[in-house]
C-alpha cells in the first residue's frame, strides 16, 4: 500500500513518546511522513522520514484527505471535531488514535497486539479502518494477565490501582512536582534534622495540604503526601468512568461472549508515569500457583514475573523500576486465604508506553505489513 503518513499531535506528551520510539526503532525508514499542527501549520516540521518539511494545518480536511493513514495524540476534542468530517467526505484512509473518543464505537477497534492480535487482523480483513489504542490501566492489566483469561481459567477479576500523573495529562505532573517542592520548602529543614519531633514535621506537611498555599489548580486536591480515590466523571451506577472501562474495554479488546466480570477502584497516586495495579483473580479450579507463574511468563515477550520477595519486589515491582521501559512486572503472586481458587497480583507498567504510544506505533506497523 501507499505508506502517505500524517502525524497529529507529536508535541504533546504520548505524542512525543510515540516518536521517541519511532526513532528508536527506525519506523520513519521509507515512510513518506507529514507533520500537523493546529496552532503552527507553515513553520518548518521535524526532518523525520525525510526532509523537514512545513507543518501542516491540522484542522485543513482536504490535506488531511491526502494521507493513507492519520496517527493522532491531539486528544479527543480534536478526534470529535475532524474525523466525522474526514469520513463524511469520503476518505477512506486508516484512521490510529490514541485518545478514548472513538474506543466504544462499534466500527473501532482497540488495539494491543500482543493481546489481541486475531481480533485486530479480523478488523483488518473486513476493511475496518478504525485502531483505536486503550485505557492505560486496562492496557497494563492485559499485559499481565491475558494468558490466564485465554485460558479460560478467570471467573472474575478486582483491579485496585494506582495511578500516575502522567495518566491525567502534563499538566497534572508539574503540578504533583510542584507540590513536592512545596512540601519539601515547608518541612525540609524541620526533616533533615534528626533532633526535630517527627509530628511536628507531619503537623507543617499536613497544615501545607489543607491550606490554600499548595498547587491544586489541576487536581483539585492534593496528591503529592496523599492520594485522589476518584478518577474521571462519574457514573449512574456509583463507577467512576474510568472504573466502567475496566470491564467495557477489557472484553471489547479480548472480544469476550458473554464478559467478563472486571470492577474495582481507581485511585490517583503520585507516581509520575506508571500505573500499577492489585489484583483479585477469582480462579474457575484450583490451579497451581507454578502453572499460573509459567502461563504469565509465556504470554508475551515484555511480562516480567518478580519472586513473591522482599528483596525482589523492592527492585523490581515498582514505578521506580518500570518507569520509562516496556516492562509490565507482575509480582506478589500468591493464593489467597479466602481460599485456593483467589489469587492475587500487583503490576506495574509504564503509562506512557504500553499504556498510550506503544499500541499506537505497533498499529501503524500492522497496517504499513511491516509486522
Not at 510515540?18 to 493546529?38: C, H, K, P, W, Y
Not at 451506577?237 to 474510568?242: A, H, L, S, V
Not at 490451579?287 to 519472586?307: F, G, M, Q, Y
Request: glycine share 8%.
Amino acid at each position: 500500500m501507499s505508506n502517505r503518513v500524517g502525524i497529529i499531535g507529536w508535541r504533546g506528551m504520548v505524542g512525543s513518546v510515540l516518536i521517541q520510539r519511532m526513532q528508536a526503532e527506525n519506523d520513519f525508514d521509507g515512510l513518506d511522513v507529514t507533520f500537523f499542527s493546529t496552532s503552527q501549520a507553515g513553520e518548518p516540521g521535524p526532518a523525520l522520514g525525510g526532509a523537514a518539511r512545513p507543518l501542516q494545518d491540522a484542522l485543513d480536511v482536504d490535506t488531511l484527505r491526502e494521507m493513507d493513514i492519520l496517527v493522532t495524540c491531539q486528544g479527543g476534542d480534536y478526534t470529535k471535531k475532524i474525523h466525522p468530517q474526514l469520513r463524511a467526505s469520503g476518505w477512506t484512509g486508516y484512521w490510529i488514535d490514541a485518545a478514548s473518543a472513538l474506543r466504544m464505537n462499534a466500527e473501532s477497534t482497540i488495539v494491543l497486539d500482543p493481546v489481541n492480535r486475531p481480533v485486530i487482523q479480523a478488523a483488518l480483513d473486513r476493511g475496518d479502518k478504525d485502531f483505536i489504542g486503550g485505557n492505560c490501566t486496562v492496557s497494563l492489566m492485559l499485559l499481565a494477565v491475558h494468558r490466564l483469561i485465554e485460558m479460560n481459567w478467570v471467573d472474575w477479576i478486582t483491579s485496585m490501582t494506582y495511578q500516575s500523573a502522567s495518566g491525567a495529562g502534563a499538566a497534572q505532573m508539574k503540578e504533583l512536582v510542584r507540590q513536592m517542592a512545596q512540601i519539601g520548602e515547608r518541612a525540609g529543614t524541620a526533616a533533615a534534622d534528626p533532633q526535630y519531633p517527627v509530628l511536628e514535621v507531619e503537623q507543617h506537611v499536613s497544615d501545607l495540604l489543607r491550606s490554600a498555599d499548595l498547587a491544586t489548580d489541576h487536581f483539585g486536591a492534593p496528591l503529592a503526601a496523599s492520594l485522589i480515590p476518584w478518577i474521571d466523571r462519574a457514573m449512574d451506577n456509583g463507577q467512576t468512568r474510568e472504573e466502567w472501562k475496566g470491564q467495557a474495554e477489557a472484553n471489547k479488546i479480548l472480544a469476550l461472549d458473554p464478559p467478563l466480570p472486571i470492577d474495582g477502584q481507581c485511585v490517583r497516586v503520585g507516581a509520575m508515569r506508571c500505573h500499577s495495579q492489585g489484583l483479585t483473580i477469582k480462579l474457575k479450579q484450583d490451579i497451581p500457583l507454578t502453572d499460573i507463574e509459567a502461563a504469565v511468563r509465556e504470554s508475551n515477550p515484555w511480562v516480567r514475573v518478580i519472586p513473591n520477595e522482599k528483596s525482589a519486589t523492592l527492585a523490581g515491582l515498582t514505578p521506580a523500576a518500570v518507569s520509562g521501559t516496556l516492562d509490565i512486572a507482575i509480582g506478589r503472586l500468591r493464593k489467597m486465604t479466602l481460599g485456593p481458587d483467589y489469587l492475587t497480583a500487583f503490576t506495574v507498567g509504564d503509562q506512557l508506553l504500553w499504556g498510550a504510544a506503544e499500541p499506537v506505533r505497533r498499529m501503524l506497523n500492522i497496517v504499513l505489513g511491516r509486522v
